[in-house]
């Protein structure tokens, strides 16, 4: 048998196309993260190749290439040969003004095979979790594909094999650290309380005693600060590869942004698309966790678990349940992992918001009076769980080490010269504008909304405004007076003041006050 | 206990924000189906509220409400004040140029809760389907939404009580059709095969007996050609529910085209997702199937199922198991059922492409000498199922009565007065262009690519060029000569019979020619 050929020549007419490409004209529209490609509808390429809303498409630019999905538009738009991208894609190919993109059909996704034999009942192995997270990282799975493969992990759908799997092929997509010692330590948090800033405290106190902590740390997402934008308030944390490492070297840590390193660069990307499901993936959970410190070369870490209604992990037993988990992925990727549970149910220390949260920092640090004992006390309870592990405290000892180390100033020289290692010590910003928030009547405070504080050092500006944000006076338990103040809102802009404020009065119950 | 309260005097500068509004200005950008609204990122609706990138919006105009997805833009696209929206969801709210909406975050989706439980382990009820299914057709899910809706449910994930629940949920949320008589009888197809009409002979066989027929059908998605698309060559088939009532109370049939009317209008949003996930799932099959029967008010239906490597169903062991699924759902929601499984091989009939099809229909129902067997078999065939189902010709004798009613000129008479009560049969138009693609080499034909021939049609510009598309010289088994013409491409426009020759040219294995 044989394939027949055909009498193929062409109609007088429109001659053939030639290679599909189109000039870029940038729109400005930002989709987040998901690559999408405008182009004319009725266009010579849309019409030769059959391309239509919801195409997917890859697009080549300079060596680099995405998968794109398109929308299409009037030629009030975009005109005849032109097309655009949404403001990721334009970055992560590097795009100009006038750049000529090559197009063609995007070729099927193989591994959504994967996906299809894990709806129906198989198991994940590391082919196949391999073939996932490449295409994920190569940009080539819209929307759709990325909700249907959390959600066909979702809960506790992946096993433990699966979940390192998953972790191993998360590692290998990304850039790896490696250090010359041999113990490299590291901590994280999972789910983030408001004002949680032990990392800056500890990182100190951990290099103080001789160990390895090189700490990459995440901006905001959603919060009002993430541990890298409250650093940056107080030295340069946008570091590459190779400062890291001589900062490291001189001071035994640092504590810089994560994403001027592409470690497990997948992870990025699943928690884009699990936040607005806000479907529980254990399994999601501690691969995102521990890809993280398995590519930033970890071999200790301690993980601090805060437990609460609005936390997270909301009852000791999720918490055993995850531990366990994070435990074993852990050991199989070679990192000695322990978990401490903490208390999930009010914001740590007194400021919300970049400068503020770096204020009880270094209030801490330098052992001011009225320095805020919650942070104190969370940041020397994970310092010392570090220091027992890496064997520098005998087991029982490692708070009162981690506290001596602290309370003799050798913590804070420690940061200082860290922050000097990563470009200089700065002093944080003060917002110009203040508005306290008052009690109407006397009473305790009884309970403490941390997702409306958040909005509201949000609404004030915070984190683009490093100096805005929200400093509560009041925690759990306080007796107040009617007229005591309550939080302060602080903003540098009064149009950002007025909008949080407006909120203020449109919700009264930030802070409930008992009788 | 009682909540505090505040002194919230408000600061100089900005004052509060009014209700949020904005202005709509049409961009035209194509999403498909995705509601997205478009505004600058850095507008004071945007600063005051928060929103950013992928937060969902809640849009009302003139009574009308729909949620969307904000992709914020630069300045340069929308000004200040400035709104826009893709064209599903301008189509939605019936928006004009100019009109000022209002805009709110959009209420949290309580219905993920069920989905969140169904992934979870927990069956889906019908209070929970029936809250799924709302905030579907209301527009409130994503695209995220929705595929963990699909890939929730995927396989055989949703057991008989679900897919009922389902397919309920589904009719109570769209318009629903009453006839007067006590059989209603109705035929679908499941998985499309190219130029498998038989709707359109057997509407006319059925109806010529008496039997009430008020057939709905769909236009082409990614095929050629819909059904509704080849009848409206033949008569108008944009007819509202009134209009659909007056030709089936007149003639006792009709061939429609579904989009007019409101018949589980969930199902077209479920289909757009589900394909380019390509995860089979029963139970969705099963509830869009069953919806559209119901909502169309049917009692008996016969369905035909394509069996082939190519088609839907791949296999007998695969369609014994959906037969049984849409025989119990199908009691369930008081309809008798019949399947019949059919060949899924190769395209039925010559023509593909709404002119060309409707060709084939005409052949067979004016008893042509040369008309295809193929579709006049199919098309008796299930005649025949639905004249034994309701009781007009006896076991077994179902066949010979459709036979009959079609060789003594009954059945063309029917559908000639069908089409008159549409708006009048007209004759379908002819193509100015074709071009025979020839055997390169004597043999028999070993194969033909269904998906390859559909493709050619669409790029010679079927179905929007109604003229267009492919008529197959020579079906499987045919011994043909060198030279002789395989299939012809027709097309009105030169430029687009230029993109469809080329195609053939690069693609040598449209028809296998064995030695």
């Known amino acids: 048998m044989s394939e027949s050929s055909y009498s193929n020549e062409l109609p007088v007419g429109r001659p053939p196309a030639a290679k599909l490409t189109a000039t870029l004209r940038r729109l400005g529209i930002d989709t987040y993260q998901e690559a999408v490609i405008y182009m004319p509808s009725d266009c010579d390429v849309c019409r030769s190749e059959g391309f239509e809303s919801q195409s997917r498409i890859e697009v080549r630019l300079k060596g680099r290439s995405i998968t794109a999905t398109l929308n299409a538009v009037t030629q009030a738009l975009l005109g005849e040969g032109e097309a655009s991208l949404s403001e990721s894609a334009w970055r992560s190919l590097g795009a100009r003004e006038g750049d000529v993109i090559e197009l063609a059909h995007a070729a099927p996704l193989e591994s959504l095979g994967?996906?299809?034999?894990?709806?129906?009942?198989?198991?994940?192995?590391?082919?196949?979790?391999?073939?996932?997270?490449?295409?994920?990282?190569a940009g080539r799975y819209s929307d759709l594909h990325l909700s249907a493969f959390i959600t066909a992990g979702a809960d506790d759908r992946l096993d433990a094999d699966e979940t390192i799997a998953l972790t191993r092929a998360m590692v290998a997509v990304g850039d790896r650290l490696h250090w010359p010692s041999p113990i490299v330590v590291d901590k994280h948090c999972v789910g983030?309380?408001?004002?949680?800033?032990?990392?800056?405290?500890?990182?100190?106190?951990v290099a103080a005693c001789g160990l390895t902590i090189p700490k990459t740390s995440s901006r905001a997402i959603t919060s009002p600060a993430g541990t890298a934008d409250t650093m940056e308030t107080l030295a340069p944390v946008n570091l590459g590869i190779p400062a890291i490492r001589k900062v490291v070297e001189r001071t035994g840590g640092c504590i810089v942004w994560g994403g001027a390193v592409r470690l497990s660069p997948a992870d990025d990307v699943l928690i884009r698309v699990e936040r607005p499901l806000d479907l529980d993936s254990e399994g999601q959970l501690v691969a995102s966790v521990m890809s993280k410190k398995a590519a930033?070369?970890?071999?200790?870490?301690?993980?601090?678990?805060?437990?609460?209604?609005?936390?997270?992990?909301?009852?000791?037993?999720?918490?055993?349940?995850?531990?366990?988990?994070?435990?074993?992925?852990?050991?199989?990727?070679?990192?000695?992992?322990?978990?401490?549970?903490?208390?999930?149910?009010?914001?740590?220390?007194?400021?919300?918001?970049?400068s503020l949260e770096a204020r009880d920092v270094l209030s801490v640090l330098r052992r001011d009076h009225g320095a805020p004992q919650d942070l104190r006390d969370r940041s020397l309870r994970l310092a010392g769980e570090i220091l027992e592990m890496a064997n520098k405290a005998p087991t029982g000892g490692g708070y009162a080490m981690a506290a001596e180390v602290l309370d003799s100033g050798r913590a804070w020289a420690k940061f200082h010269e860290i922050c000097e290692a990563q470009g200089g010590l700065r002093t944080p910003e003060v917002a110009r504008n203040h508005r306290p928030i008052t009690a109407t009547h006397a009473g305790h405070v009884a309970a403490i909304d941390n997702r409306l504080l958040s909005r509201i050092a949000k609404l004030a500006g915070a984190p683009s405004d490093p100096t805005a944000?929200?400093?509560?006076?009041?925690?759990?338990?306080?007796?107040?007076?009617?007229?005591?103040?309550?939080?302060?809102?602080?903003?540098?802009?009064?149009?950002?003041l007025a909008y949080a404020m407006e909120y203020v009065g449109d919700h009264s119950n930030v802070i409930t006050i008992g009788e």
């Open 114 to 137: 994967y996906i299809r034999a894990k709806v129906y009942g198989r198991r994940l192995d590391q082919v196949g979790m391999d073939a996932i997270v490449g295409d994920i990282v």
């Open 192 to 205: 983030g309380l408001p004002g949680n800033r032990t990392t800056l405290i500890l990182v100190p106190i």
């Open 296 to 354: 930033a070369g970890s071999t200790h870490v301690v993980i601090d678990l805060p437990v609460g209604p609005t936390a997270k992990v909301r009852s000791a037993a999720a918490a055993e349940k995850l531990i366990a988990r994070l435990t074993i992925v852990g050991e199989a990727m070679g990192i000695h992992t322990r978990c401490i549970l903490s208390d999930g149910t009010q914001p740590v220390g007194r400021g919300i918001g970049p």
């Open 469 to 496: 944000g929200v400093e509560l006076h009041t925690p759990l338990g306080t007796l107040v007076e009617r007229g005591q103040p309550l939080y302060t809102v602080h903003s540098d802009a009064p149009g950002e």
